[in-house]
T-cell receptor, first 110, second 118 residues
């Protein structure tokens, strides 16, 4: 079963703009992770945030986690055409398999 | 970093035939591996959890007799799609957990196998 819902399902922005994607989940979690997937390719791990963390940064990525609202957001700043991909959040309880959200398809127009 | 490989990367087969997909952890041992399926423009859905030396655990709605999983060693799990039909065409992705490393809660994903059944 799928745990999360990403919002929006699709997002189209101009190069240089920021992209924000949201993820909501239903049950308690230990970790929440964000992945990128280019069309027809495998997953690329972006960032992991633990349930006791509220914010993490990695390069142009910023992830926040609000466990009280069971939600997370992924911000990509100064987007590039190469950021065009699908982005998924995934949650787990530490030793349980990752459960993926439905994903957001991001298009960055040059 | 930990690497997971899959073979083949893509396969085309005729309806009714069986196809075996291999998932290997290359530089770590994995007592647990996971198999996911992804249909076009959809998310990854967990099919089953593969445990070394024991039977796999299947998610609800996944036919265990159709999707045979064998995890015979600490570095290899195989998924066999038996009597494949066009509706089985999908992207199959495995992942493995480094059960003896320091980051035992991290799943490492393979590059996926594209199955097309004609």
């Amino acid at each position: 079963s799928q745990q999360g819902e990403e919002d929006p399902q699709a997002l189209s922005i101009q190069e240089g703009e920021n992209a924000t994607m949201n993820c909501s989940y239903k049950t308690s979690i230990n970790n929440l992770q964000w992945y990128r997937q280019n069309s027809g390719r495998g997953l690329v791990h972006l960032i992991l945030i633990r349930s006791n963390e509220r914010e993490k940064h990695s390069g142009r990525l910023r992830v926040t986690l609000d466990t009280s609202k069971k939600s997370s957001s992924l911000l990509i700043t100064a987007s590039r055409a190469a950021d065009t991909a699908s982005y998924f959040c995934a949650t787990d309880l530490g030793y349980t398999p990752l459960v993926f959200g439905k994903g957001t398809r991001l298009s960055v127009i040059a | 970093g930990a690497v997971v490989s899959q073979h083949p990367s893509w396969v085309i087969c005729k309806s009714g035939t069986s196809v075996k997909i291999e998932c290997r952890s290359l530089d770590f041992q994995a007592t647990t591996m996971f198999w996911y399926r992804q249909f076009p423009k959809q998310s990854l859905m967990l099919m089953a959890t593969s445990n070394e030396g024991s039977k796999a655990t299947y998610e609800q709605g996944v036919e265990k007799d159709k999707f045979l999983i064998n995890h015979a060693s600490l570095t290899l799990s195989t998924l066999t799609v038996t009597s494949a039909h066009p509706e089985d065409s999908s992207f199959y992705i495995c992942s493995a957990r480094d059960t003896r490393g320091t980051r035992t809660d991290t799943q490492y994903f393979g590059p996926g196998t594209r199955l097309t059944v004609l």
